[in-house]
């Protein structure tokens, strides 16, 4: 089958968007794919006058890219589309479980932001923050600018290390580091380090939220609770056609190139390291893929700082044993299945928790519960089968009349 | 201190082999490579069904439905059995008259089974597609998760398990990856389709099939439904089929089968058959490509020459028992085979004449 377009791009988040361009740019045939309605992916939800990403979306739209948006790239067949496959699959959140972390009115810190940014209404609302790393400050003052009451944002780091990441910011001015610069600013006491949340209460919602902080404990009314601890990239289409995948991020060599041959891979999929490096790998892949290598060379060093800057923000966020040690005894761990604390601790690799107690056999096949897994005990689903991404059943099926 | 019986592969039939064998107050050890009920156990629908191809078959089926009767009593939760019956569908009068020939079979030999008419068809299941025949009714099979089944068999029977490679199963010793030689009274092969990889000769071959999960849609089926052309299909010695059979799992899932492929030794996804095996069921459920997917993987069963398992000595390596080559009615079975072991080891009167099932007959010295 001859492939209509040169190179496949699947996301149309910052690194995604960045290849196409890129690529297009060099004169490729370039099909984007993504399975929202709009090109932005995660982070970037359709400001187009706002700086950066302003820029890449209009150049999206002014470029000759064929842009398939409500698309899911599910098994091999999106091999078929072009010659070579640039994956920009970008990352989740990463959920970790305490008592009451399933009551509705908790959600990701980056599912609150999508929300407020879509429309959702914070105004007069009492919110918590909990959890690490400067999307927390960058939605609390999201949050506090649509009118909501930012009771506290805790950050569960300790001041030591962040007095070190903060100190090696200077190298690395960005919107994030801004967002939460901005949000510092305007907190004041509302934010604590070495602070963390240990369980959400309520009947039917979050009424509060229970705090530990210097050794203190105590209950803040909340109605919402927003929990960031971190990103997964979501590996599982690149896993599905074979690219190798190491410590839960897809690998790749110097041209962003997987373990398969014509498949790239860039952004978050790669290893959490937030826009700036998801650009510069996007890029980096659409220019080894159009052959223009000494461009891509030029850069490499970019590419090094964003990836060292992603590592210290690795290292400042990691999560303290005890953030990974809240959940009880009948804590679920798997919201599909409903499976508790308890049936998941006694098992030694995912198979057989997997084939013991269905954990991972629901909705989200171990996205959300898989990425627990591997946070506390360090193994998870490890075999991959199509769809990547649920998907109705007419899409198993070639697009000809059923 | 060496075993009186040293069984290869924890899947439902070993599980349930190690579980007779211990009640006969035998030490058992069983050896497994990877998890409990890891391989076609975990792979296979989990529809417990009485089949009636032939006197041996429905005396297999027969019997293993009363024994895991006694069973599910006694499992946990997590097993999620549930009597939903199977509804075999008639799309034309020719199958309508299978449906008849099997109610009246099912009637002579004391089980339960109930005729449909299209309307009470369309009633008994709204997603069905207009146009059918009718059905058959047979209220007393089941589905249950069958690796949760082979788990509690290995922890109520006692035995030892030991988490192993086996490169040679011969007579009476085990030959471990690792070169060590593990010596027993007895040894069985239940290594399902790897059963000819650790004893060569025995004549089971791998026989793929493919399956398609669905998101929760409670009440969208009822019964495992089964279209009736299913047994011709399956039972086609040799090539590719594909057959409408679908399966309500209690939390509200769907499973969607069924595709055989002959001598596919791998476990990719074969998208000609995927599509194919959907296709088909699509026929039957109108409804069905609106669902969603979550995941699609394969299987491989253990298919022997004549379609009949393997149940019993093996001539050719004595001291060697085997239990394999159910192909897919390995989950069924699972429970009379066990006991036939068992009363073979044992030297007592049978559960039942199950002469059809022993090797010899493949053997030729």
């Known amino acids: ?402 | 201190m060496k075993p009186d019986v040293l069984i290869v592969g924890a899947g439902i039939v070993g599980s349930a082999c190690a579980w007779e064998l211990s009640q006969l107050g035998l030490r058992v050890l069983v050896i497994e490579d990877e998890a409990v009920g890891g391989g076609a156990t975990a792979a296979g629908m989990g529809h417990l069904v009485v089949l009636d191809g032939s006197e041996a078959e429905f005396e297999l089926s027969a019997a293993s439905l009363r024994l895991w009767d006694q069973f599910v009593a006694r499992m946990p939760e997590g097993v999620e059995y549930s009597r939903c019956g199977t509804l075999w569908v008639a799309a034309d009068q020719e199958e309508m008259a299978e449906a008849q020939r099997k109610h009246n079979f099912c009637a002579a030999h004391g089980v339960r089974s109930e005729m449909l008419d299209p309307v009470q068809l369309a009633e008994t299941e709204p997603n069905l597609c207009p146009g059918l025949a009718g059905g058959l009714v047979l209220p007393d099979d089941g589905i249950l998760f069958a690796p949760v089944a082979a788990q509690w068999m290995i922890r109520d029977s006692k035995a030892e398990l030991l988490r192993a490679t086996v490169a040679r199963l011969e007579g009476r010793r085990a030959i471990l990856a690792d070169g060590t030689v593990i010596e027993a009274g007895i040894t069985v092969n239940a290594a399902g389709a790897r059963a000819p990889h650790i004893t060569p000769g025995i004549p089971v071959t791998p026989r793929k099939g493919q399956l398609v999960i669905t998101d929760r849609y409670p009440g969208f089926i009822r019964h495992e439904i089964v279209e009736l052309g299913y047994l011709k299909l399956a039972h086609a010695a040799s090539g590719e089929s594909v057959a409408f059979n679908v399966q309500p799992r209690k939390n509200g899932q769907v499973l969607v089968g069924s595709s055989r492929q002959h001598g596919v030794k791998t476990h990719e996804i074969d998208r000609h058959m995927l599509e194919r095996m959907l296709r088909r069921a699509i026929e039957y459920l109108p409804a069905l490509p609106q669902l969603a997917a979550i995941r699609c993987w394969t299987g491989l069963r253990p298919a022997t020459p004549d379609g009949r398992a393997l149940v019993g000595p093996w001539p050719a390596q004595p001291g060697m028992y085997l239990a394999t080559g159910h192909e897919g009615l390995g989950i069924t079975a699972a429970t009379a085979t066990g006991r036939l072991i068992a009363d073979y080891v044992a030297n007592r009167p049978p559960i039942f004449d199950a002469t059809a099932f022993l090797p010899e007959r493949c053997f030729h010295a």
Not at chain 1, 28 to 33: C, P, S, T
Not at chain 1, 87 to 102: I, M
Not at chain 1, 290 to 318: I, K, N, P
């Open chain 1, 1 to 402: 089958m001859s492939a209509p377009f040169d190179i496949t791009v699947v996301g149309a988040g910052p690194a995604g968007i960045a290849a196409a361009v890129t690529a297009v740019e060099s004169g490729a045939r370039v099909l984007l794919i993504d399975d929202n309605p709009r090109p932005g992916g995660q982070i970037w939800r359709g400001d187009w006058n706002s700086g950066r990403e302003g820029d890449w979306l209009n150049r999206l739209a002014a470029s000759h890219v064929q842009l398939e948006t409500s698309t899911a790239a599910i098994d091999e067949r999106i091999l078929d589309k072009g010659r070579k496959l640039i994956l920009a699959t970008g990352a989740r959140e990463l959920f970790l479980p305490f008592p009451g972390w399933t009551l509705p009115g908790v959600t990701g810190v980056g599912g609150l932001q999508a929300l407020i940014k879509g429309g959702f209404d914070v105004a007069n609302k009492r919110i918590v923050l909990a959890g690490s790393g400067p999307l927390l400050l960058a939605c609390a003052s999201l949050a506090r600018e649509k009118g909501a009451s930012v009771m506290l944002v805790a950050e569960q780091s300790d001041s030591a290390h962040l007095r070190g990441f903060t100190a090696s910011l200077w190298r690395h001015p960005g919107k994030l580091i801004e967002g939460a610069r901005l949000g510092l600013s305007l907190l004041g006491s509302a934010y604590k380090t070495n602070c963390w949340v240990e369980s959400a209460q309520g009947r039917e919602h979050v009424e509060s939220v229970q705090l530990r902080h210097a050794g203190r404990t105590w209950q803040e009314r909340s109605v919402l609770l927003a929990t960031g601890f971190g990103l997964v990239p979501n590996t599982e289409l690149a896993a599905l056609l074979g690219c190798h995948v190491e410590d839960g991020a897809v690998h790749v060599g110097d041209w962003q190139q997987t373990s398969r041959p014509s498949i790239y891979a860039a952004g978050e999929l790669t290893g959490i390291g937030g826009v700036d490096k998801s650009i510069v790998e996007g890029r980096i892949a659409a220019l080894a893929a159009t052959g223009r290598e000494a461009e891509a060379r030029t850069l490499f060093s970019d590419r090094t700082t964003w990836r060292e800057f992603a590592a210290g923000l690795l290292r400042t966020f990691a999560p303290r044993p005890e953030v990974l040690s809240l959940a009880a005894a009948n804590t679920p761990i798997c919201r599909c299945e409903d499976i508790p604390l308890s049936e998941v601790a006694a098992h030694g690799n995912w198979r057989d928790l997997k084939l013991a107690t269905r954990c991972g056999m629901g909705f989200c096949q171990g996205r959300i519960c898989g990425s627990i897994t591997r946070a506390l005990y360090g193994y998870g689903p490890n075999s991959p089968r199509p769809p990547a991404v649920p998907a109705p059943i007419q899409a198993l099926l070639e697009e000809r009349e059923l």
